[in-house]
T-cell receptor
């Protein structure tokens, strides 16, 4: 009965490859996020989707493309992987009650991506 | 733009001793404040949150934090730590009217037996 799940948990790949990380939430939330945590543990938001619509898009290379087939899923596709993409990627979700309300974010367990 | 500063990257504490993890934020508007905990090889879990009202908030596992608007701080405290509290702790801020959650750089709490 995992609330926010990610697959795979670990991903090791070569530079230049294209890979995807999947995220699913069974909480009925309508907003989902992707965060990147670097080797120094710094956690930064990359994208946010609300009802399949992109609402936050931070300064991220266009090699990264989120895709939301439905509001329970937000997948992250990465093209032409680079060494600097090595990090832990976290998915999160929240129920959007409006910008003036508090929307607690629930995090997945993370996907550790290693680019060789 | 909002930002969060956690001055202590690592805090070693003896078991059963008290601990305070510091967090300061900057924002031009009213904010929501959070503390998250990340246990080794796990995702983030919400410890506690300040939304409004009482400036002293209590969270899970015996932690509490106090919102100080004049000092723009939201320090996390626990009166007596346990080995199981060893983890990375992240302070985060979200402006009213903004969906974006901004995290600090984290504080690694290590409990010494």
């Amino acid at each position: 009965d995992t609330a926010v799940s990610q697959t795979p948990k670990y991903l090791v790949t070569q530079m230049g490859n294209d890979k995807s990380i999947k995220c699913e939430q069974n909480l009925g939330h309508d907003t989902m996020y992707w965060y990147k945590q670097d080797s120094k543990k710094f956690l930064k938001i990359m994208f946010s989707y609300n009802n399949k619509e992109l609402i936050i898009n931070e300064t991220v290379p266009n090699r990264f493309s989120p895709k939301s087939p439905d509001k329970a899923h937000l997948n992250l596709h990465i093209n032409s992987l680079e060494l600097g993409d090595s990090a832990v990627y976290f998915c999160a979700s929240s129920q959007n009650k409006g910008l003036s309300s508090y929307n607690e974010q629930f995090f997945g367990p993370g996907t550790r991506l290693t680019v060789l | 733009a909002q930002s969060v500063t956690q001055l202590d990257s690592q805090v070693p504490v003896f078991e059963e001793a008290p601990v305070e993890l510091r967090c300061n934020y900057s924002s031009s508007v009213s904010v929501y404040l959070f503390w998250y905990v990340q246990y080794p090889n796990q995702g983030l879990q919400l410890l506690l949150k300040y939304l409004s009202g009482s400036t002293l908030v209590k969270g899970i596992n015996g932690f509490e934090a106090e919102f100080n608007k004049s000092q723009t701080s939201f320090h996390l405290r626990k009166p007596s730590v346990h080995i199981s509290d060893t983890a990375e702790y992240f302070c985060a801020v979200r402006d009213f009217g903004n969906e974006k959650l901004t995290f600090g750089t984290g504080t690694r709490l290590t409990i010494i037996p």
